[in-house]
């Protein structure tokens, strides 16, 4: 009863963590100290590399060392502790110094009412012990990558002051050489970089990101090995790259013409819609293919190019779907890039029937069609003598009021306009162009 209701108190507890300090004796490499969990309770952990010979000292903060309750405790927590032999104990003066350890074992140290708890690990019972690293070839991955090394480093262990099971980080480094995206999305490439990871133990086969090019991995370990000097680093063969990766854009190039009607879709708006598609791959890739489609399920193809850049013009109203795909020389991982929407709108030609130009530099002196998804466009400027005094073939641009480099009399003058939309439609106009009266002429 009396250890179950410690229990309930040390779980809820966290101890005060005082000036006292513990160290040690008789240890040929000095001993590593380990941040514990927040929630293990505990002021400390130490890995000591050789218990043989080996002792603790704890210095105490004010209390004699001859007041000093000293207890080991195990899986099951500071409830159960076990008090230490006085046979193993030194006291003198404010440190008390304990022989005969117990590796792998929690320690408490109570002065009064308070107690602080410390765990003491062995390295020896879990020593670094990987001597080569291969790939392993039990499964096939594409985006993972399995390797097999030889020997382990197992999990490190400890327990909290309530008995509940933590793991010592080992810190055992792994690094590779890797492909990253390059930082222009619209022109995109693939650049070196170097991936490094951390792994707490090794015990069994290492799953990691598989890489995006040919290369080695590094294996080093681990804390306790480089803090003394000792660290091993064990190097794989060169691995062959499988993934494939893929990096994709696509810029329209066409701007909105001032008498355009303006559109909201990123990818279209008015035809004709100039699109140019890039796509990067990583050295693994050996099938390319960009396609385009009348939907988005890719049944009905129009186009298909094995190039990583080409441009298209879109003339047609409606929408067309493209995507990229690439796949490795087995076929068995591939890769698809976002589909692409573009869509083309119907189309509109409306014409101004009047213009000023040479009355405000600027303003309303360039007649022209507001016009979306003319595909063809053919426009004549006759006067009222039927004379043709000019013509753009542009819906974009217009015409300035000039006849031979100089402004045309104020007045009624006619348009005759053929096109042709990027749905089919087919556009006959004609009408009146009236030029207002204008200051000085």
Same mark, same amino acid.
């Given at each position: 009863?009396?250890?179950?209701?410690?229990?309930?108190?040390?779980?809820?507890?966290?101890?005060?963590?005082?000036?006292?300090?513990?160290?040690?004796?008789?240890?040929?490499?000095?001993?590593?100290?380990?941040?514990?969990?927040?929630?293990?309770?505990?002021?400390?952990?130490?890995?000591?590399?050789?218990?043989?010979?080996?002792?603790?000292v704890?210095?105490?903060?004010?209390?004699?060392?001859?007041?000093?309750?000293?207890?080991?405790?195990?899986?099951?927590?500071?409830?159960?502790?076990?008090?230490?032999?006085?046979?193993?104990?030194?006291?003198?003066?404010?440190?008390?110094?304990?022989?005969?350890i117990?590796?792998?074992?929690?320690?408490?140290?109570?002065?009064?009412?308070?107690?602080?708890?410390?765990?003491?690990?062995?390295?020896?019972?879990?020593?670094?012990n990987?001597?080569?690293?291969?790939?392993?070839?039990?499964?096939?991955?594409?985006?993972?990558?399995?390797?097999?090394?030889?020997?382990?480093?197992?999990?490190?262990?400890?327990?909290?002051?309530?008995?509940?099971?933590?793991?010592?980080?080992?810190?055992?480094?792994?690094?590779?050489?890797?492909?990253?995206?390059?930082?222009?999305?619209?022109?995109?490439?693939?650049?070196?970089?170097?991936?490094?990871?951390?792994?707490?133990?090794?015990?069994?086969?290492?799953?990691?990101?598989?890489?995006?090019?040919?290369?080695?991995?590094?294996?080093?370990?681990?804390?306790?090995?480089?803090?003394?000097?000792?660290?091993?680093?064990?190097?794989?063969?060169?691995?062959?790259?499988?993934?494939?990766?893929?990096?994709?854009?696509?810029?329209?190039?066409?701007?909105?013409?001032?008498?355009?009607?303006?559109?909201?879709?990123?990818?279209?708006?008015?035809?004709p819609?100039?699109?140019?598609? *890039?796509?990067?791959?990583t050295? %693994?890739?050996? !099938?390319?293919?960009?396609?385009? /489609? &009348?939907?988005? @399920?890719?049944?009905?193809?129009?186009?298909?190019?094995?190039?990583?850049?080409?441009?298209?013009?879109?003339?047609?109203a409606?929408?067309?779907?493209?995507?990229?795909?690439?796949?490795?020389?087995?076929?068995?991982?591939?890769?698809?890039?976002?589909?692409?929407?573009?869509?083309?709108?119907?189309?509109?030609?409306?014409?101004?029937?009047?213009?000023s130009?040479?009355?405000?530099?600027?303003?309303?002196?360039l007649?022209?069609?507001?016009?979306?998804?003319?595909?063809?466009?053919?426009?004549?400027?006759?006067?009222r003598w039927?004379?043709?005094?000019?013509?753009?073939?542009?819906?974009?641009?217009?015409?300035?009021?000039?006849? *031979?480099?100089?402004?045309?009399? %104020?007045?009624? !003058?006619?348009?005759?306009?053929? /096109? &042709?939309?990027? @749905?089919?439609?087919?556009?006959?106009?004609?009408?009146?162009?009236?030029?207002?009266?204008?200051?000085?002429?």
């Amino acid at each position: 009863m009396l250890r179950s209701l410690f229990l309930l108190i040390v779980g809820a507890f966290t101890p005060v963590l005082c000036s006292a300090a513990l160290s040690f004796e008789g240890t040929a490499l000095p001993p590593v100290a380990v941040e514990p969990a927040s929630a293990s309770g505990l002021a400390g952990i130490y890995v000591v590399n050789d218990f043989t010979g080996c002792k603790i000292v704890y210095t105490t903060t004010s209390a004699a060392a001859s007041s000093v309750t000293c207890e080991r405790y195990g899986l099951r927590g500071a409830a159960y502790p076990v008090p230490i032999e006085e046979a193993d104990i030194v006291r003198q003066g404010n440190t008390v110094t304990i022989s005969n350890i117990t590796e792998n074992s929690g320690y408490a140290f109570t002065e009064g009412t308070r107690t602080v708890y410390y765990w003491v690990s062995s390295y020896a019972t879990a020593p670094f012990n990987v001597q080569a690293l291969a790939q392993s070839h039990d499964k096939t991955y594409c985006d993972r990558i399995s390797l097999s090394p030889s020997g382990s480093a197992p999990r490190m262990i400890y327990y909290g002051v309530d008995g509940r099971l933590f793991t010592i980080d080992r810190k055992i480094a792994i690094s590779y050489h890797t492909l990253a995206p390059g930082p222009d999305k619209d022109e995109p490439f693939f650049e070196p970089a170097e991936h490094n990871t951390e792994l707490p133990y090794i015990d069994g086969n290492i799953n990691l990101d598989a890489p995006l090019c040919d290369t080695q991995f590094f294996l080093t370990g681990d804390r306790f090995l480089e803090s003394w000097n000792r660290a091993i680093e064990i190097a794989s063969p060169t691995i062959p790259c499988k993934r494939v990766s893929i990096l994709t854009s696509a810029v329209q190039h066409k701007e909105t013409g001032e008498s355009e009607v303006p559109t909201d879709e990123p990818l279209g708006g008015s035809a004709p819609v100039e699109i140019q598609f *890039r796509a990067a791959v990583t050295e %693994a890739a050996s !099938y390319t293919r960009w396609q385009i /489609a &009348t939907d988005p @399920d890719f049944t009905n193809v129009v186009l298909y190019t094995p190039d990583l850049e080409f441009t298209q013009t879109f003339y047609d109203a409606g929408e067309r779907y493209v995507k990229f795909e690439a796949a490795d020389a087995s076929g068995t991982c591939g890769v698809e890039s976002e589909v692409y929407t573009v869509s083309i709108g119907e189309s509109s030609l409306l014409c101004p029937n009047a213009f000023s130009p040479g009355a405000t530099e600027g303003v309303n002196d360039l007649w022209k069609v507001s016009y979306k998804s003319i595909v063809k466009f053919d426009c004549y400027i006759f006067n009222r003598w039927g004379e043709k005094i000019a013509e753009f073939h542009d819906p974009a641009q217009g015409w300035d009021g000039k006849y *031979r480099g100089k402004l045309v009399p %104020a007045g009624v !003058y006619y348009y005759v306009i053929k /096109a &042709t939309g990027a @749905d089919g439609k087919s556009y006959e106009l004609s009408g009146d162009i009236n030029i207002l009266r204008y200051s000085g002429h």
